[in-house]
């Protein structure tokens, strides 16, 4: 089985004839290539223009810092937009090193187009900066209205880790991904942690009491159910539906591999730009044998979570009386035991921690997600509700949309979340589906009886199924307050 991570457990490059041999010699050159041009970019530091482009553009906050809380959420969420939008250069150690590890599908030691050493796009190293795939706020406007944090159209799309694409025959045995928005994810992450943790306490309830079936539902999600055997002093772990067996609740990346924003936000540094996190690698590690060392520090990296944690949530425009007909039939056909309208947290205060994935870490930062610039929902005093139209879960979307990857989740997808669906075509994962009837007709498996129903819709029944969720647009004001 093929990993979903960012790396690939399988070595090689089958590209046409050429042999490991040949890349072995080929990366020799590479190298010495590198080498030269590394030289000269360093004599070129000087020049105007030249050098890191995180420092001329004064992304300059470290961790302390900001854990000190001297710093305004503002200036944080500033420098957190520069560091999404700023284009990285070679002199910010843009691109893999010659010849780090023995895995080509891998950051460290991918090919190059014509060994340029930048873009391939297969496999990564496939932009200069964020921006460039997260920047579509409406797609139905025309023409399109652009803004830091939003989706990507296909030409965007990743092209991750495949070992044989034959344009000739169209076949395709990697993963082809649409990039998503980032907007409300400070939201999508609350609601992670928090399910996680009443999860975890219901496996402790069933631990307590051998035997017994205990249901794992938390936030009006049903996740299954799990038992503790007392015969073998283990879980039994397959009544566990829609999550990992650890019970991590993972709502980030279409597949729901990522249970922090953080821990996506590391994996796209290394992935899109062979840039190496200093939390990653370490302080003073040139892990990518580039040249350059702290490629990116762990207080700019912090600023880039917090921005993308902090962007406004998705709007609901007033429903007419169409689209409130449109609402019950989103009930009728079922679209809403996956796409559930809203969930609603507990608490309203995301904290960060570092390592972000570890739940005991120290909590380094803190934002009110009630509070502008967020501006959730209050649901009650101390909660707020995330009107998301999902339900953190992975369903199986039967053989037609299934991935040729080779994986055991290739039929499985997180389910998609609505909310500002009207602006962000292309849809489903891949963005086959350029407008939303394509999209609906083409769920199947679990999704296949609601995907009926809304076939057997007349027109009128369709139309209004449409103008509800014409009604959810993606906010217009992200990031205005850091203009
Ligand atoms: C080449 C295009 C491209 C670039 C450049 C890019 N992304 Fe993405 N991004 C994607 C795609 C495609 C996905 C969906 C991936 C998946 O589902 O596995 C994604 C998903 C994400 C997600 C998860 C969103 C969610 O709700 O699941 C985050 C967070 C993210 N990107 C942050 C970043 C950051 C930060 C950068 C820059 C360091 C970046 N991306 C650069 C294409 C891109
Ligand atoms: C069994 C769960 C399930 C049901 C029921 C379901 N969906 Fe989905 N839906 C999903 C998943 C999972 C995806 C993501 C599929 C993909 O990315 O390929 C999705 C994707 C979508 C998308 C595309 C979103 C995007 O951003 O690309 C739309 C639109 C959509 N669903 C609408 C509906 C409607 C309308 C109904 C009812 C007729 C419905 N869904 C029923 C699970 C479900």
Known sequence: MRHLAFRSPLGGWPVGSITQAWIASFSQILASAAALLLSASASAQDLPGEGRRLDLVGVDLTQDEIASGSVSLREIRRQGQLVFSVPFSKADGYGDGPGVGPDATSPGARPTLQGNGTFLRVNGLGAQSCLECHSIVSHRSVP?????????????????QPLHIDPLDGSFDGRFINPPFLFG?????LLAREMTLALWERAAAAEANPDVPVALETHGVNFGTIVYESASGDFDRSGIEGIDDDLVVRPFGRKGEFHTVRDFDLAAL???????????VGPGVDGDDDGVAD??????????????????PPVQTKLDSVARAGKSLFDVAGCSECHIPFLETRGRILEYRLPEESFEAEVFYSVDLSRSPVKFANASKNSVRVSLFADLKRHDMGPELAENFGSELDAFFTTARLWGIWDTAPYL???????????????GGEARPARDDFAAFTDTEKT???TYLATLRTPTNATRSLR
């Not at 399109?144 to 991750?160: E, P």
């Not at 994810?185 to 992450?189: A, R």
């Not at 994962?429 to 769920?443: C, K, N, P, S, Y």
Request: charge should be negative; aromatic fraction near 8%; charged fraction near 10%.
């Open 144 to 160: 399109a209205t652009f803004g830091v944090g939003g989706v990507g159209a296909a030409v965007s799309n990743a092209i991750f």
């Open 185 to 189: 994810s400070g939201g999508i992450q």
């Open 270 to 280: 290394a992935f899109h730009f062979g840039i190496e996190p200093v939390e990653v």
């Open 295 to 312: 490629e990116i520090s762990v207080g700019a990296v912090s600023a880039l979570e917090i921005f993308n944690t902090t962007l406004a």
């Open 429 to 443: 994962h891949d963005g086959r589906a350029t407008t939303l009837v394509e999209a609906i007709m083409a769920h």
């Open 464 to 466: 209004q199924l449409l």
